[in-house]
């Protein structure tokens, strides 16, 4: 069973921005926390965004101020807003519940930022 899509990523060049966008079933869309994940190649998945149901967002430092995450409920689907894409931003990001569910990874979404 299908429990979430992500989509929205591409080739930007360094400056750039993305949106991506996932599609989460209920189950996942009920937990506390959704949560924006990427993998870099050779490196570990790292949560880079958060949002409680109530709205409250958090980020991580590397892309505070760059990075908007947010959510429509009647749509179950989280967004990721992407400003200012450095080529570190390399990676493909994943949506999950924070803390993250094994089972509910899905296949990504690639973005590469690169000139």
């Given at each position: 069973?299908?429990?979430?899509?992500?989509?929205?990523?591409?080739?930007?060049?360094?400056?750039?921005?993305?949106?991506?966008?996932?599609?989460?079933?209920?189950?996942?869309?009920?937990?506390?926390?959704?949560?924006?994940?990427?993998?870099?190649?050779?490196?570990?998945?790292?949560?880079?965004?958060?949002?409680?149901?109530?709205?409250?967002?958090?980020?991580?430092?590397?892309?505070?101020?760059?990075?908007?995450?947010?959510?429509?409920?009647?749509?179950?689907?989280?967004?990721?807003?992407?400003?200012?894409?450095?080529?570190?931003?390399?990676?493909?990001?994943?949506c999950n519940s924070v803390p993250a569910v094994a089972?509910?990874?899905?296949?990504?979404?690639?973005?590469?930022?690169?000139?």
């Amino acid at each position: 069973q299908v429990q979430v899509v992500e989509s929205g990523g591409g080739l930007v060049q360094p400056g750039g921005s993305l949106r991506l966008s996932c599609a989460a079933s209920l189950t996942i869309f009920n937990f506390y926390t959704l949560g924006w994940y990427r993998q870099a190649p050779g490196k570990q998945r790292e949560l880079v965004a958060g949002i409680t149901s109530g709205g409250s967002t958090n980020y991580a430092d590397s892309v505070k101020g760059r990075f908007t995450i947010s959510k429509d409920n009647a749509k179950r689907t989280v967004y990721l807003q992407m400003n200012s894409l450095k080529p570190e931003d390399t990676a493909v990001y994943y949506c999950n519940s924070v803390p993250a569910v094994a089972g509910y990874w899905g296949q990504g979404t690639q973005v590469t930022v690169s000139s």
